[in-house]
């Protein structure tokens, strides 16, 4: 009578037990130099300043410079290109942390936009931004 001869299968554990023991030891060494995140919360009791309204320069289609400020309530007044650096820099003196915002017609070229951002920039004025309107 022939004996069949039955396999074992056996898994050899020790290497698995060496990777896991070098990944402890790895752990425990980097685990101080980590520092937890914190994220500051708002409290109940401290309340946010009301944003402030901006000042718009408005480009029309035709080349003309509107200027409208929201925080005096007051209207549109229309203002040369040439003269736009100075009239900026006059408002900036007095109110330098309202920001500015340009609002241009749709077919203004976009070079037009550029070059009053850029005059913004001479006249030091850090928080200008573009106004746009939603498609109804």
Same mark, same amino acid.
Request: proline fraction near 8%; charged fraction near 20%; avoid cysteine.
């Given at each position: 009578?022939?004996?069949?001869?039955?396999?074992?299968?056996?898994?050899?554990?020790?290497?698995?037990?060496d990777?896991?023991?070098?990944?402890?030891?790895?752990?425990?060494?980097?685990?101080?130099?980590?520092?937890?995140?914190?994220?500051?919360?708002?409290? &109940?009791?401290?309340?946010?300043?009301?944003?402030?309204?901006? *000042?718009?320069?408005?480009? +029309?289609?035709?080349?003309?410079? $509107? #200027?409208?400020?929201?925080?005096?309530?007051?209207?549109?007044?229309?203002?040369?290109?040439?003269?736009?650096?100075?009239?900026?820099?006059?408002?900036?003196?007095?109110q330098p942390?309202?920001?500015?915002?340009i609002?241009?017609?749709?077919? &203004?070229?976009?070079?037009?936009?550029?070059?009053?951002?850029? *005059?913004?920039?001479?006249? +030091?004025?850090?928080?200008?931004? $573009? #106004?746009?309107?939603?498609?109804?």
């Open positions: 009578m022939a004996r069949t001869r039955k396999q074992v299968a056996q898994i050899n554990v020790v290497p698995m037990i990777v896991m023991l070098v990944l402890l030891v790895i752990f425990m060494v980097t685990a101080p130099f980590i520092n937890p995140a914190q994220v500051e919360l708002p409290s &109940v009791g401290k309340t946010s300043q009301t944003p402030q309204k901006p *000042l718009e320069i408005i480009i +029309r289609e035709s080349g003309e410079y $509107l #200027l409208r400020d929201r925080a005096s309530g007051g209207g549109e007044r229309v203002v040369a290109k040439s003269a736009l650096p100075d009239e900026i820099a006059a408002f900036h003196r007095t942390d309202q920001p500015v915002v609002a241009a017609d749709k077919k &203004v070229r976009y070079e037009e936009v550029m070059h009053t951002m850029t *005059l913004l920039q001479q006249a +030091r004025i850090t928080r200008i931004g $573009l #106004l746009a309107r939603p498609a109804p």
